[in-house]
């Protein structure tokens, strides 16, 4: 797995720094205010479980899961909820945390879809950022960024490729020639 890898773009010290750094700047916004954190199925896990216990406020949990059908692996078809939150969200302080804003569809999506639920307050944070690949008819924008990264094929930290690499615990640049096999 690792002989996949061309560089280590963020090593888990890194990542553990500014997942403390975002948690911290979290709770002090949330305070008192019980928020709940959803976090878009599947490769926000490993990030959401880091990140939900470096919060020291009361807060819940909560997941949706999305699928995107229709142009391969870009996101950019069209989307579906396949799980939705099992929460009330009405008059809630809601936090989505995201493993990746790439071309950012599936947050845009995501947003608009919890926003509909009427919270109380909406906002994104994501680990990262890869503002080179976003999609001009995006709207939505992360309020809270882990790190901008360059546009590289990264996994790792929950993030795959073809339902692998989830389990490296940095962020990782994959191998050109793995992807284009
Ligand atoms: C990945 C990632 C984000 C999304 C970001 O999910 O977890 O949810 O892509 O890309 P975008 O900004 O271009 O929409 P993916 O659909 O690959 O599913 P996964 O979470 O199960 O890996």
Known sequence: MTQ??????????????????????????????????????????????????????????????????????DSSGKMDVKRDVSADLKGRHVVILEDIFDTGNSLEFTYKHLLSKEPASLK?????????????????????????IPNEFVVGYGLDYDEHYRNLPYVGVLKPEVYSK
Do not use: H
């Open 4 to 73: 996949d890898i061309k560089e280590i773009l963020l090593t888990q010290e890194q990542i553990r720094a500014k997942v403390k750094e975002l948690a911290k700047t979290i709770c002090e916004e949330y305070a008192g205010k019980d928020p709940i954190f959803v976090g878009v199925l599947k490769g926000v896990v490993i990030f959401f479980a880091d990140m939900v216990r470096e919060i020291d406020i009361p807060c819940q949990i909560d997941f949706m899961w999305i699928s995107s059908y229709g142009s391969g692996s």
């Open 124 to 148: 994104i944070c994501t680990l990262l950022d890869k503002p080179e690949r976003r999609n001009p008819a995006v709207t939505v924008q992360p309020d809270y960024v882990g790190f901008v």
